[in-house]
């Protein structure tokens, strides 16, 4: 099969291997300039006056037009398979680069977990994946919360018997949420006649548990009854009710 340089106007003989090479990209020897060759096969070049043609190597020469219908059969096939080669090569680019980019997704995944893992791991479908995560970046899955779950069994405050203008505030209570939560923030706010707060503070597990065989660590374990103390400053006779809160 023939190809013809759009540059030099120049035919010359090229092979289905020199095609397959370079996905039809050719030189010209004369000019030097690139083309496609595929956009330009002939299967003869134009005749010329005294202008003869080799027969093909290795055999008679082919009979009356069955040369150029196997020419023009061949060229078709040739840019068939091309074609294929470059969707395979496409569908094989994109394939590595989703290969490339699944590391990058789930190491970007991981770090939003690690970084949010108190809000994630309140939701228990996440909680088996957050802990296989924790395993390998050695970090901790947080105890569920439900602090509306807990009540108040017992409660009683008064003026600390040590120490003046301190109130001492004692109270009991109760993890009612069907599971091991983590100990609450105890808010206690106290209000005078009109129901308007005058005082109030927020005290952290470690300032109000007085049981030292409880761990915090370990959680509030469910249909458990605590007791808890509390001191605040007295902020005098016009603290008439109270009111505690769980965070």
Same mark, same amino acid.
């Given at each position: 099969m023939y190809t013809h340089c759009p540059h030099c106007d120049t035919y010359f003989?090229?092979?289905?291997?020199?095609?397959?090479?370079?996905?039809? !990209?050719?030189?010209?020897?004369?000019?030097f300039g690139t083309f496609n060759a595929l956009q330009h096969l002939i299967d003869e070049p134009p005749a010329k006056?005294?202008?003869?043609?080799a027969p093909p190597a290795g055999g008679a020469a082919p009979k009356a037009g069955d040369g150029s219908t196997t020419q023009r059969h061949h060229s078709q096939q040739l840019i068939e398979e091309l074609q294929t080669q470059d969707g395979s090569s496409g569908a094989g680019k994109r394939l590595l680069w989703g290969l490339l980019a699944l590391p990058l997704v789930l190491l970007l995944a991981a770090q939003y977990a690690f970084f949010n893992l108190d809000q994630l791991s309140q939701n228990?479908?996440?909680?088996?994946?957050?802990?296989?995560?924790?395993?390998?970046?050695?970090?901790?899955?947080?105890?569920?919360?439900?602090?509306?779950?807990?009540?108040?069994? !017992?409660?009683?405050?008064?003026?600390?018997?040590?120490?003046?203008?301190?109130?001492l505030v004692q109270a009991t209570m109760v993890n009612q949420a069907g599971f091991t939560q983590a100990f609450p923030v105890v808010e206690l706010v106290l209000h005078d006649i009109t129901g308007h707060t005058i005082a109030g503070r927020r005290f952290m597990p470690d300032e109000y548990l007085?049981?030292?065989?409880?761990?915090?660590?370990?959680?509030?374990?469910?249909?458990?009854?605590?007791?808890?103390?509390?001191?605040?400053?007295?902020?005098?006779?016009?603290?008439v009710g109270f009111e505690f809160n769980f965070l």
């Amino acid at each position: 099969m023939y190809t013809h340089c759009p540059h030099c106007d120049t035919y010359f003989r090229i092979t289905s291997e020199q095609l397959k090479r370079a996905h039809g !990209e050719v030189r010209c020897g004369r000019c030097f300039g690139t083309f496609n060759a595929l956009q330009h096969l002939i299967d003869e070049p134009p005749a010329k006056a005294g202008q003869s043609v080799a027969p093909p190597a290795g055999g008679a020469a082919p009979k009356a037009g069955d040369g150029s219908t196997t020419q023009r059969h061949h060229s078709q096939q040739l840019i068939e398979e091309l074609q294929t080669q470059d969707g395979s090569s496409g569908a094989g680019k994109r394939l590595l680069w989703g290969l490339l980019a699944l590391p990058l997704v789930l190491l970007l995944a991981a770090q939003y977990a690690f970084f949010n893992l108190d809000q994630l791991s309140q939701n228990p479908q996440l909680r088996p994946a957050l802990t296989a995560l924790c395993q390998v970046a050695d970090c901790e899955v947080p105890l569920l919360r439900a602090p509306q779950q807990i009540t108040l069994t !017992e409660r009683d405050i008064r003026s600390h018997p040590d120490t003046r203008d301190i109130l001492l505030v004692q109270a009991t209570m109760v993890n009612q949420a069907g599971f091991t939560q983590a100990f609450p923030v105890v808010e206690l706010v106290l209000h005078d006649i009109t129901g308007h707060t005058i005082a109030g503070r927020r005290f952290m597990p470690d300032e109000y548990l007085v049981d030292p065989s409880l761990d915090v660590d370990q959680g509030f374990r469910d249909n458990s009854s605590v007791t808890i103390v509390l001191e605040l400053v007295d902020p005098g006779a016009e603290a008439v009710g109270f009111e505690f809160n769980f965070l």
